[in-house]
């Protein structure tokens, strides 16, 4: 669907601004779809965002700084976030045993068979993508995408 028949606009200033609200829009989509999907795992996207980034270190751990340096969304709190995943029993939280001033983070056996479970559920969504765009346009859309944040 053209962004124009979704928002119900068909006047634009120029492409930059039709560009930036058709991203954003977008990215509102892919939200959505995202929480859509995460619901029945009692997930919300950044709690998924930051399970893969730990999952990604495992089984070393991860400190929570640099969790928050790859974050997507780097708005939320962090400790909050983390405290919901420990007590959902997904992550474990330890004192770094060499700098007694760094927590060390960890997936528990638990959080790697959800995400397991959830990664599954999600690639429907990306398989429902790769019906709509050709990988070679995903890959400029990503370069373009790139480029506007350069």
């Known amino acids: 669907m053209k962004i124009e028949d979704a ?7 120029d492409n930059y601004q039709k560009a930036v609200v058709n991203l954003a829009y ?3 989509w892919v939200r959505d779809e995202q929480i ?26 991860v400190s ?6 790859v974050l997507i969304d780097k708005a939320n709190d962090l400790t909050r976030l983390l405290d919901k995943l420990e007590n959902k029993g997904l992550i474990k939280r330890n004192l770094c045993p060499t700098n007694r001033r760094k927590m ?3 997936l528990t056996a638990r959080g790697l068979k959800l995400l397991e479970e959830v990664s599954a559920h999600i690639q429907g969504f990306t398989k429902r993508l790769k019906g709509q765009i050709t ?4 890959a ?7 480029k506007m944040r350069e």
């Open 7 to 13: 928002i119900q606009q068909s006047r634009f200033q």
């Open 26 to 28: 977008t990215a509102n």
């Open 36 to 61: 859509r999907l995460l619901k029945p795992f009692d997930l919300l996207p950044q709690h998924f965002n930051a399970l893969r980034i730990i999952r990604g270190r495992h089984p070393a751990p």
């Open 64 to 69: 929570p700084g640099e969790i928050k340096a």
């Open 104 to 106: 060390d983070v960890n």
């Open 135 to 138: 990988d070679k346009e995903a």
């Open 140 to 146: 400029t859309l990503s370069r373009l995408l790139d």
